[in-house]
T-cell receptor
């Protein structure tokens, strides 16, 4: 089955700096890669996603890049703000998986003033 | 995105009892899923709830322990049976509007504590 590794597990940045979270996946047939943000006590929120036919996608301060050859994808947050502090999960869906998502282990991002 | 609600939002239950969690969506969706999230952990898929047929369970999860119903395209239930303290967790439903589109949205979750 699919396996998704996520790094780092914790990340602390100063407000205004950039943050990068990286994920690797095992199944080369994976075709969809979403990122979720989960604030304490809240549900995971879909913040951005990318499909296998695209190399990069940007939405204001967040962007996701995909390298299919290396089987890894990354979340980039620029100009970080305190409200970006949360746990971020990457996920991957492979075509033979019945639309199931496999999630990474999560990254606790802390943006310090 | 769809509006998803879950009931109850939280509960404290005695070991050996069962709890049924409901997930309601404001519009018809193709796919519904049930996840478990233990404290400080990632999301683990329990099963895919199939409309009109038996749910598809992931490795490590069985129907006798987690029976699931999905009578229509907007509603599903997950029962946690014969509970033990190890079942204490957050249970979340998620939906995907159209099969193959990929975008999944989560319900608010049910926080279960088993004493």
């Amino acid at each position: 089955g699919e396996n998704v590794e996520q790094h780092p597990s914790t990340l602390s940045v100063q407000e205004g700096d950039s943050a990068v979270i990286k994920c690797t996946y095992s199944d080369s047939a994976s075709n969809y890669f979403p990122w979720y943000k989960q604030e304490l006590g809240k549900r995971p929120q879909l913040i951005i996603d990318i499909r296998s036919n695209v190399g990069e996608k940007k939405d204001q301060r967040i962007a996701v890049t995909l390298n299919k050859t290396a089987k890894h994808f990354s979340l980039h947050i620029t100009e970080t703000q305190p409200e970006d502090s949360a746990v971020y999960f990457c996920a991957a869906r492979f075509t033979g998986g019945g639309n199931k998502l496999t999630f990474g282990t999560g990254t606790q991002l802390k943006v310090e003033l | 995105s769809a509006v998803i609600s879950q009931k109850p939002s939280r509960d404290i239950c005695q070991r050996g009892t069962s709890l049924t969690i409901q997930c309601q969506v404001d519009s018809q969706v193709t796919m519904m899923f049930w996840y478990r999230q233990q404290p400080g952990q990632s999301l683990t898929l329990i099963a895919t709830a199939n409309q009109g047929s038996e749910a598809t369970y992931e490795s490590g999860f069985v129907i006798d322990k987690f029976p699931i119903s999905r009578p229509n395209l907007t509603f599903s239930t997950l029962t946690v049976s014969n509970m033990s303290p190890e079942d204490s967790s957050i249970y979340l439903c998620s939906v995907e509007r159209s099969s193959g589109v990929g975008e999944q949205y989560f319900g608010p979750g049910t926080r279960l504590t088993v004493t």
